[in-house]
């Protein structure tokens, strides 16, 4: 049986990524982060290995690393808030730069064999011309906030090692990915928690930031078999764009949520919400990694909205229960 290793197992993407390679009956173990709740991961944990670390904590890395011979590696842990990284943008570079060296390091002591994925971010691009759109993977580099500037460097950091360590990476830059488990930091997750709030409550208001902007959204569990494909069937050294390819606007991603209840609801501009590193425009061109594997998203936007949603009235359900 397969072996893959998974650093920030209990997050959002981590955990359905998780529930894929199961699928594909590959043995996972994970670390998560002390402080990290693994809730997403209670209906599995019986199946996988679970071991609280940090990746800043180098030789407990190390050691983990070394544990067993792994198949893959998927480099899932970081800050992964934009917006959250200008209130913290020491901590944000240190986690994400120095977290992946203490990785990748950890995985040349071991001599690892592994194929290693390192994950970047469409925010590596930044604010990118028009002429520049659909973006491909030769579009060149402008992050525009302290997260993005660490994508850049995880990514690039990747190739490095890759070059001088011979180690078996693949890097990947996937645009938005959403769907249930989602932090609220972000804004479809916010969208449906609120939405199943007001249904709690008969109705109320929600509150958004900017909806002028356009995003390339596909589903999480779409996006981690892309991350497994790439490792499987992508060319070793090489970086691939993940996404649909199409740019929706949030105003119609809102009015598509809205009408997905039937709570009276009100919309509401919150100033705080509102962020001047906003990119107006952004999707993809993902022909390279199509062509290589034949990976095209399958589960259509209305259903991974009406999912993310559903989550959040089933988590508001199970807090009631409690209480």
Not at 37 to 45: A, D, F, T, V, Y
Not at 116 to 123: C, K, P, R, T, V
Request: hydrophobic content about 40%.
């Amino acid at each position: 049986m397969k072996k893959a290793f998974i650093t920030g197992i209990a997050g959002f993407a981590g955990s359905h990524l998780t529930e894929a390679l199961l699928e594909k009956n590959i043995s996972v173990f994970g670390l998560f982060h002390p402080k990290h709740p693994i809730e997403n991961l209670e209906h599995i944990k019986d199946k996988i290995t679970l071991v609280a670390g940090d990746i800043l904590e180098a030789k407990k890395l190390k050691a983990n690393l070394r544990s067993e011979s792994w198949d893959y590696v998927f480099h899932l842990a970081a800050f992964s808030s934009p917006a959250q990284s200008f209130k913290n943008p020491q901590k944000t570079l240190e986690n994400n730069i120095v977290g992946e060296i203490n990785l990748l390091e950890g995985l040349v002591s071991a001599k690892s064999k592994a194929k290693i994925l390192i994950i970047g971010s469409a925010d590596e691009y930044g604010r990118v011309e028009p002429k520049h759109l659909p973006i491909d993977e030769n579009t060149p580099l402008s992050p525009t906030s302290p997260y993005a500037v660490s994508k850049v460097a995880q990514d690039l950091l990747g190739l490095q090692y890759f070059i001088n360590n011979k180690l078996q990476i693949v890097r990947v830059r996937p645009f938005n990915h959403i769907g249930p488990r989602q932090s609220h930091l972000f804004a479809i997750a916010s969208f449906a928690a609120q939405i199943a709030q007001c249904e709690k409550k008969g109705g109320g208001t929600i509150k958004v930031g900017n909806l002028d902007t356009s995003r390339d959204f596909t589903d999480v569990r779409d996006m981690v078999k892309a991350y497994i494909l790439a490792l499987d069937e992508g060319e070793l050294g090489e970086v691939y764009n993940l996404g649909s390819g199409q740019a929706v606007k949030m105003a119609d991603i809102l009015k598509t949520m809205v009408s997905l209840s039937n709570a009276k609801i009100r919309i509401e501009t919150d100033k705080s919400r509102l962020h001047s590193h906003d990119i107006k425009t952004i999707y993809c061109d993902s022909k390279k990694f199509r062509e290589k594997t034949g990976w095209a998203p399958k589960i259509p936007l209305e259903t991974t909205l009406s999912d993310t949603i559903d989550y959040e009235r089933e988590k508001l359900q199970v807090r009631n229960t409690k209480l």
